[in-house]
């Protein structure tokens, strides 16, 4: 019989293959909460699972997580972890460390087949989709960083997760769908739809069923306030302009002045910058309940854009703000170790490998995680 991963298997469809091999549906529930809730790695650890049953399920299926291969801690705090599958393709993960939360940026494809102007990862062609499993996997790893297992009720350092790494959500939205739903039942990680962020760079016609789906929080990567400009800087805005855009926000289920739409805006010196982008930037949302997060851009070699003056951001910040918008600036975070989403993996492939703090599993299998 052809094994398979565990690991990223839903719950409905974990019942349904207990089903089919005989096995009670209450053995199914048991073994949800062994792996998602305290988070083990191996079938003789699930103590009230007879012998003979995990032997069993040892024969159809594996347990596994993306390797954690590499680590590197940022002066401010800030992680990023080199994840490997099993057929070598890697992503990095990043956990940002803040007072109160602390937040992952998790990837949903290696590399995307969208290519925005100022986006490395769109440099690169599309490698492959994710599987439910890798995505889960993603946030099973920082668990097992910082020890986090049982699933604890509060201070997690583990407690956000915002899919702003590599790909387009939106476009591998099965596996995405498959892995936040398990990432949110509440009888394993338990993670709130209100502490998930999903970004994407517009695929209107998946946005209402991810909010009706999965009702996550909805960013969206909008970065110009003009088609011309827009369609040059993200080319999926030929497909589905602007206006079509914001109609699928106005209509993003669950929005409102509590859950609002984040929209991300690059910050590019000399092509967005403007007051007057600001101000058509403020116009344009009107109506919708939404937040602005001003992104100063992350460069990387190669890129024909600048970031723009910390005078230009403050200047379009204040507009915003002024009309009664938070627009916070975000702040860059892990810098010193490229940790920016948006571009993940794609600047560390240049760095010698050796300049990389090399993680060994075992140590993460005893509990000394680089947390
Ligand atoms: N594909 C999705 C999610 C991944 S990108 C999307 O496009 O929304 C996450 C965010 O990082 C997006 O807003 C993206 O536009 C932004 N980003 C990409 N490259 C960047 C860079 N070099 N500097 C700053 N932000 C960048
Ligand atoms: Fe893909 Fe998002 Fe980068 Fe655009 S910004 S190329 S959609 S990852």
């Given at each position: 019989m052809q094994q398979t991963n565990i690991i990223g298997i839903g719950r409905d469809d974990l019942n349904g293959l207990f089903k089919e091999a005989g096995i009670p549906a209450f053995r199914a529930k048991q073994i949800w909460h062994w792996l998602y809730f305290q988070g083990v790695r191996s079938f003789d650890q699930m103590a009230n699972v007879p012998k003979d049953l995990r032997a069993r399920l040892s024969e159809m299926f594996f347990i596994h997580r993306p390797t954690l291969s590499q680590a590197q801690v940022s002066t401010d705090g800030t992680q990023k972890w080199l994840l490997k599958f099993y057929d070598g393709q890697e992503v990095e993960c990043v956990h940002i460390p803040e007072v109160d939360r602390g937040t992952i940026c998790i990837s949903?494809?290696?590399?995307?087949?969208?290519?925005?102007?100022?986006?490395?990862?769109?440099?690169?062609?599309?490698?492959r989709n994710l599987t439910s499993g890798e995505i889960v996997g993603q946030m099973m790893v920082a668990r097992d960083v910082f020890n986090e297992w049982p699933t604890p009720f509060s201070h997690r350092h583990v407690s956000n997760i915002v899919m702003m790494g590599m790909g387009e959500p939106l476009y591998n939205y099965e596996n995405v769908a498959n892995a936040l739903k398990i990432i949110m039942d509440p009888e394993g990680i338990s993670l709130s739809k209100r502490k998930i962020t999903l970004s994407t760079s517009g695929v209107v016609p998946m946005m209402q069923q991810c909010g009706e789906e999965l009702g996550v929080n909805l960013a969206v990567s909008l970065h110009a306030v003009r088609d011309e400009l827009r369609n040059i800087l993200v080319p999926l805005n030929k497909k589905y302009p602007i206006k079509e855009l914001l109609e699928a926000c106005r209509n993003y289920p669950g929005a409102n002045n509590a859950n609002r739409i984040t929209f991300e805006y690059v910050m590019l010196k000399g092509v967005n910058d403007t007051p007057a982008d600001a101000r058509e930037l403020v116009r344009l949302l009107k109506h919708i309940p939404s937040k602005i997060n001003l992104i100063p851009f992350n460069p990387w070699p190669g890129s024909s854009f600048e970031c723009s003056s910390p005078k230009a951001i403050a200047e379009f910040s204040e507009i915003v703000f002024k009309a009664g918008y938070s627009a916070p600036v975000r702040t860059p975070r892990g810098r010193d170790i490229l940790a920016a989403c948006g571009q993940l993996k794609s600047e560390s492939e240049r760095k010698s490998k050796s300049k990389l703090q090399n993680i060994h599993s075992e140590d993460l299998n005893s509990g000394q995680g680089i947390g």
């Open positions: 949903s494809q290696v590399g995307c087949t969208l290519t925005c102007k100022f986006c490395h990862t769109g440099t690169q062609k599309l490698v």
